[in-house]
């Protein structure tokens, strides 16, 4: 414990205090290889691993923390069916990579794209209404990105949330860039959360315990290996 006292930054360490262990566990706490369905570890299934062609060995990505004096948000939203019901959070840490604030919601009947720009609005709302300054914005959809820098047309009923965002990021300021999703599993963790409950909005000043485990990980740089397929 106390190597690691050392090597993890001191909130980093309050984080990890602060994770409740997990209550009626019917399976063994032991090790899990990833890299096997069986989830014992062979040399087989780490070298399929390794020389598998949907891997890039060399790429490993993680979450970045802002520079000194700014602020980042991670969005993200999903949706099972294309249309169908799903969910969006995000939330927004500063340049240590602590908590600030987050949100998430639920949806019904809507397609991936509307929930990537639902997930947008309802954070850019956020720190408007707190007064957020000096804000990059992060999403792993560039195709939302392209509808908010007028790239590509915008069809109903997306217009007017894509026109209330666009208007947001020029009043604040803000900058919006795409990151892969290996660079934004907190956001992810929270859009889950999202599409498994039933409000239509909550915001949290407090992470929930869900993700504190992947909040810790941001902060310390955990990477993550980046599979070639998929786009975002």
Known sequence: MGVISVKLPREAWDLVLKI???RFITYPD?????????????????????????????????????????????????????????GFGGLIRDERGMWLCGYFGKLTNCTCIEAEILALYRGL??????????????????YAIDMLKGNV?????????????????RRCGFLIQHVKREGNMSANGLAKMGANQNEVLVVMDDPPEEIRGQLVADMVGQSYLRHRSGDS
Not at 125 to 142: M, R, V
Not at 153 to 160: A, D, M, N, T
Request: charged share 25%; hydrophobic share 30%.
């Open 125 to 142: 709302t956020i720190a408007f209404e707190k007064g957020y300054k000096d804000l990059s914005i992060e999403t792993d959809s560039q």
């Open 153 to 169: 047309e915008v069809f109903s009923p997306l217009r007017s949330l894509v026109e209330d965002s666009k208007f947001l990021i």
């Open 20 to 22: 409740q262990l997990p």
């Open 30 to 86: 032991m090790p899990h290889w990833k890299g096997s369905r069986c989830g014992e570890f062979s040399t087989v299934a780490s070298y399929e691993l390794v020389t598998d062609s949907g891997v890039d060995s060399g790429n490993w990505l993680c979450w970045s923390l802002p520079p000194p004096s700014k602020l980042k948000m991670n969005t993200d939203g999903s949706s099972k069916g294309d249309p169908g019901d799903g």
